[in-house]
């Protein structure tokens, strides 16, 4: 791994000679924080796609198609990263067209019209997937008290005051190099040769350096409820955890495995296996810079829902009395260890590895760093983190037949269940 400053461009990159494709990533860090509309990240990611004065948006896509490889963008709540992978041989082109996208789409006006229309669409789908929405109205209601509820999609209302002036101004203030990293990651003499070529895809020198607000929500616990005449009642049920780079974060994700993280986990196994009341039921954790969260998110049958929760409070009550031993610790670490070493056979996946180590810790580290500090979590590190969550400071959002209620005080709701 390696880490190089071309002008105020942080580039970072991973050689390896099995790989036989490369992935070029190209890191934004620009998230919600720094929206004064809503939804403009995610829409001028969708608009880097829509053409440059190079290549028109079908040229784009036969390009990448023609060269066997894949192109595609996220924005999360504190970066948009864009990206292609292809064959290793094809490095170069890919390098030209990635670059181009981020830098010099056109943002025409006929095509942000269009493109308003298909943001609208994803926005119908999650309205109309529960499973999805009911994680989108967790972050609403639980972070309701700063920006970081805000949704990444935007709204109908303020993709309605989505233009190219605001776009423009949008992406000339902070789409900066000092913002922007690089990450490459794939044979030696492919990445060797893109290192070499950044000064000529990147050319422009810094100009300022914008001002990025770090986003520090507060929380805030109650229980919104949507009625839904669906099948099932999917549900989120979530806590504050830790920050990226917090000292914790690995215990948390311990405990979350635990929690709901395998097929063996204690939701799965007393949820599905045991009383085969859903199909999906799990437990994920998320950090971000200044924050992060552990959620327990299931769809169950209807009749269901309030007899799941009620077993989840029993096994958060049993693990404070009991806690877990050194054997089911010991697997759980073997698990997330097994999983990072799978999770990084790709070219792709090492690229964001790559990035993701250098947007929040400004460094990159090594594996046997990580791994050791898996295995440095105690016994005492996931009592400490079980003992610390109270079930009267989680955030609950159900869709389903149920009752609505907005913003209940999730105190009421624990009480209305009978232990």
């Given at each position: 791994m390696q880490h190089i400053d071309c002008d105020g461009l942080s580039v970072v990159t991973h050689s390896n000679d099995h790989f036989r494709s490369v992935s070029i990533g190209i890191l934004v860090r620009v998230g919600l924080a720094q929206e004064s509309i809503g939804g403009e990240a995610h829409f001028?990611?969708?608009m880097c796609f829509k053409g440059t004065p190079n290549y028109t948006a079908k040229a784009i896509v036969e390009l990448v198609d023609n060269m066997g490889g894949y192109i595609?963008?996220?924005?999360?709540?504190e970066y948009t990263l864009y990206y292609i992978t292809v064959p290793a041989d094809c490095s170069e082109t890919a390098l030209a067209l990635i670059s181009d996208l981020v830098l010099n789409s056109t943002l025409s006006d006929s095509d942000i019209?269009?493109?308003?229309?298909?943001?609208?669409?994803?926005?119908?789908?999650?309205?109309?997937?529960?499973?999805d929405l009911v994680h989108e109205l967790w972050y609403n209601h639980y972070w309701a008290n700063s920006l970081f509820s805000n949704s990444i999609l935007g709204t109908p209302q303020t993709l309605g005051r989505i233009n190219a002036l605001n776009l423009r101004d949008f992406r000339n203030y902070y789409w900066q190099r000092s913002q922007m990293i690089v990450s490459i990651a794939g044979p030696s003499s492919s990445?060797?040769?893109?290192?070499?070529?950044?000064?000529?895809?990147?050319?422009?020198?810094?100009?300022?350096?914008?001002?990025?607000?770090?986003?520090?929500?507060?929380?805030?616990?109650?229980?919104?409820?949507?009625?839904?005449?669906?099948?099932?009642t999917h549900f989120c049920l979530g806590v504050q955890s830790c920050a990226y780079t917090h000292p914790d974060r690995h215990a948390f994700s311990i405990l979350s495995t635990v929690l709901g993280g395998t097929m063996s986990s204690r939701l799965f196994q007393e949820i599905r296996e045991k009383r085969g009341w859903a199909y999906s039921i799990y437990s994920a954790c998320s950090f971000y810079e200044a924050t992060g969260s552990l959620v327990i998110s299931g769809g169950v049958s209807n009749e269901q829902y309030i007899p799941t929760l009620s077993v989840i409070r029993t096994l958060f009550s049993d693990l404070k009395?009991?806690?877990?031993?050194?054997?089911e610790l010991s697997k759980v670490k073997r698990y997330i260890?097994?999983?990072?070493?799978?999770?990084?056979?790709t070219s792709t996946s090492w690229m964001m590895f790559l990035v993701k180590s250098w947007l929040y810790y400004g460094h990159l580290r090594p594996l046997t760093h990580i791994l050791d500090t898996i295995d440095a979590v105690q016994l005492d590190d996931v009592q400490r983190i079980i003992n610390s969550i109270n079930l009267n400071q989680a955030g609950l959002t159900a869709i389903g037949p149920v009752d609505s209620y907005y913003q209940t005080p999730i105190e009421s709701v624990w009480a209305s269940i009978a232990h």
């Open positions: 001028l990611e969708h595609n963008a996220m924005t999360d709540r019209e269009k493109e308003r229309q298909v943001v609208l669409e994803e926005i119908n789908m999650v309205n109309d997937s529960p499973e990445v060797d040769t893109l290192t070499g070529l950044i000064p000529i895809y990147f050319p422009t020198p810094p100009t300022s350096k914008p001002i990025l607000d770090s986003l520090i929500p507060d929380v805030a616990p109650t229980c919104t409820a949507i009625h839904k005449e669906t099948e099932q009395t009991n806690g877990i031993d050194a054997d260890k097994g999983s990072f070493a799978i999770n990084l056979e």
